[in-house]
RNA sequence: GGAGAAGUACCCAAGUGGUGAAGGGGACGGUUUGCUAAACCGUUAGCAGGGGCAACUCUGGCGAGGGUUCAAAUCCCUCCUUCUCCGCCA
């Protein structure tokens, strides 16, 4: 099977299935693996077996022509030909419905926490460290849909016209800041030597499914409808990424890198497009949870002895970035109930958000382990041993705006209503300091 | 969107139903050599999955998935990709 390997390890579950099940427990979930091992071992039988008689046919079928050749009969053979055939062709029927059904239950289990993590949901996220302070005002500060209505810069309503609620205009310096944002977050990447991915919007399932969004969160995302999609597999063909790390991740799915490739590291720009099915949430007004946002995504794929490494560089480039705009965050460790699915240790950054009183995650810095790898089959060959092992796959926001906006809009406000502009965002503005009503 | 052709290893490529998938190039190893080259010999079908303590062995892989057959790279169906031509178009 080149694609659609298993999230976890099936020969940790075998060999340590107590293990699996206490990691498990962190996140909530209660599996007990008696009954999958024992279909487990049904199947391995009826595979051997099976295989058995394959290798007989093949023996066989070989003699057949010898057989002919010398003038002799050879009903009696092929009558024991056909015989073997129809118990192939059932027993490899059944093989195939108790891989489905083994499939499907180790498909739907997450990716085990890593060690450190602890268990239970968010009111378990530990902040492990502030940057900054928050801003003291002496006048009444405003909510940032205030302050860009106000600046005639972000428009609602016409975002609403053109798309329905979530979905807003950037217009004028509202959309010049907003691509200064994207270059500032360009720059620094490139100066790391990651490589910039622009990648298709557009994706195929396998690649929905790799990265673990897919089967589960399906709902989660905008599925495109074609002609014909309504007959295929799964109601659909292709989807709108909801972040470029389901367009990373599959960059080198079904492939066998170089261990001297390793690790390589890419960032992407694309627009994040989500449902958001059900989400909404009236302190959640302005462009805090939009169907459509701008993200910078940095990636890696590493070395799994060098995995955790590379997880802490990933978090030091986000923070600086929010750091050299100046804003004041937290960041957060993130207890197993609360990192997605796919990832085993999650740390986020969260910006101060005045208005709400609370901070709103700007990255979030996850390692999956080698959880997406074998999803999606990418491996590299050991240079030592020769033998092919699954890559590490990490990602970070590098960073998303529609938080980073709101931010800049609320901590930098001036009592006049202006709004400072960050200076490393200056050189992508014709160096312009302050924003100022537009008429 | 329409018509046609093709997809076999790192590359080129033979193979239209019958045991282990030709051949060449390249790469790697060896012999020879003062060194290099040449020549010669050898290795090079990935990968996945079973069984076995192991040596090892078996099964499935010829773009993907199904089907026909005792037997499929080879015949049939669906899909994907590439190329050529036509149409349309930012």
Request: hydrophobic residues 35%; charged residues 25%.
């Amino acid at each position: 099977m080149i694609f659609g390997g298993n999230m976890l390890d099936i020969n940790l579950i075998r060999k340590d299935p107590e293990f699996v099940s206490e990691k498990l427990a962190l996140r909530g979930l209660e599996i007990d693996f008696t009954e999958f091992l024992a279909n487990d071992q049904k199947r391995r039988d009826l595979i051997y077996t099976t295989e058995q008689l394959k290798a007989e046919r093949n023996k066989s079928s070989a003699k057949i022509p010898q057989l002919k050749k010398e003038g002799k009969n050879a009903d009696e053979l092929l009558a024991r030909m056909r015989e073997i055939g129809d118990e192939i062709k059932a027993n490899d029927q059944l093989i195939a419905e108790l891989n489905q059904q083994q499939d499907d239950f180790v498909v739907g289990l997450p990716n085990l926490p890593a060690d450190g993590v602890v268990g239970g949901g968010k009111e378990n996220n530990q902040v492990i460290r502030t940057y900054g302070e928050k801003p003291k005002f002496d006048f009444e500060p405003m909510h940032h849909v205030d302050i860009v209505e106000h600046l005639g810069i972000v428009d609602y309503a016409r975002g609403a016209k053109l798309s329905g609620a979530a979905n807003w205009v950037y217009r004028g310096m509202g959309a010049q800041l907003e691509w200064a944002l994207l270059n500032y977050f360009i720059q620094d990447h490139l100066a790391d030597n990651y490589e910039m991915i622009l990648p298709p919007h557009l994706l195929n399932y396998e690649c929905g499914y790799t990265a673990g969004q897919f089967p589960k969160f399906v709902d989660d995302i905008f599925t495109l409808r074609a002609k014909d999609d309504s007959e295929s597999e799964h109601g659909f063909k292709r989807f709108l990424l909801p972040t470029s790390e389901t367009a990373l991740v599959n960059l080198h799915r079904a492939e066998i890198l170089n261990q001297s490739e390793l690790p390589k590291k890419y960032f992407a720009y694309t627009p994040c497009y989500r449902s958001e099915a059900g989400s909404y949430r009236a302190d959640e007004r302005g462009m805090i949870r939009g169907h459509q946002f701008n993200k910078v995504e940095i990636f890696q794929y590493a070395l799994p002895e060098e995995s955790d490494q590379a997880l802490e560089e990933l978090i030091a480039k986000a923070e600086k970035l929010v750091q050299g705009l100046g804003l004041h965050y937290q960041v957060s460790k993130l207890a197993a109930e609360d990192c997605s699915a796919s990832m085993r240790e999650t740390y986020d950054i969260e910006v101060w958000i005045p208005s709400m009183n609370d901070y709103k995650e700007v990255s979030s810095a996850s390692n999956a382990g080698d959880y997406q790898a074998r999803r999606g089959a990418i491996r590299f060959k050991n240079e030592e041993t020769g033998k092919n092992e699954f890559v590490h796959t990490l990602n970070a926001s590098g960073l998303a705006t529609s938080r980073i906006f709101p931010a800049i809009m609320e901590q930098n406000q001036q009592a006049d209503g202006t709004v400072i502009i960050p200076e490393v965002l200056r050189p992508f503005m014709n160096g312009t300091e302050v924003i100022e009503p537009q008429q």
